[in-house]
């Protein structure tokens, strides 16, 4: 709350918010996962979204003019989970129910709620998989990995329309990362 006070009284208003949370548990099975480490991550990767764009929905809705964008990361795991991703998946699978109704109940107010599925792009975050990781049929692979600058030209495309269009749903990812016909 602070965070977008400061943002109301230098700026005047806010135009933009880019959820992009993502925080992952150790690889292990559900019975093994700790509450602790569960709540870590849906306290990092939903919660977190839900108390930002808590602040910014009110922030664009009482500004004026009204509106404003707000951009979700949902992840490729918002589709199709990894193994042993419980905790991620669930929490990137309930971003986009997050971002369904912000963008219905935003209507109203020129608030405009999109959501980017980002896969293997070159971060910190993915650079285990350029080492290979386990797949759904059990191996482990090597997968591609894409420039995180055509994701940042992405998030910007989205950024720059006009609040009478959206992109509701948006997936780039690596061309030959297996996520399609995953699983």
């Excluded at 480490?37 to 500004?63: E, I, P, S, Y």
């Excluded at 992840?75 to 905790?87: C, D, E, T, V």
């Excluded at 929490?91 to 980002?118: E, F, M, N, P």
């Amino acid at each position: 709350e602070a965070l977008f006070d400061t943002v109301r009284q230098r700026y005047g208003r806010l135009d933009l918010l880019f959820n992009n949370a993502g925080r992952n548990a150790k690889a292990v099975d559900i019975d093994e996962l700790s509450v602790e480490d569960w709540r870590a991550v849906v306290d990092t990767n939903l919660t977190g979204v839900f108390l930002c764009t808590r602040a910014a929905f009110g922030l664009m809705k009482r500004q004026s003019p009204q509106g404003g964008r707000i951009i979700n990361n949902g992840s490729i795991s918002a589709h199709a989970p990894r193994p042993f991703s419980i905790a991620y998946t669930a929490t990137k699978h309930a971003i986009t129910g997050l971002t369904k109704s912000v963008s219905l109940d935003g209507r109203r107010y020129d608030i405009a709620c999109g959501q980017i599925d980002i896969g293997n792009a070159g971060t910190d975050m993915a650079e285990r998989m350029a080492r290979g990781v386990p797949q759904a049929n059990g191996e482990i692979a090597v997968e591609p990995l894409m420039d995180v600058e055509l994701v940042a030209d992405a998030v910007l495309h989205m950024a720059q329309l006009p609040l009478a269009a959206n992109v509701q749903f948006m997936t780039i990812m690596a061309t030959k990362m297996p996520f399609v016909g995953r699983g």
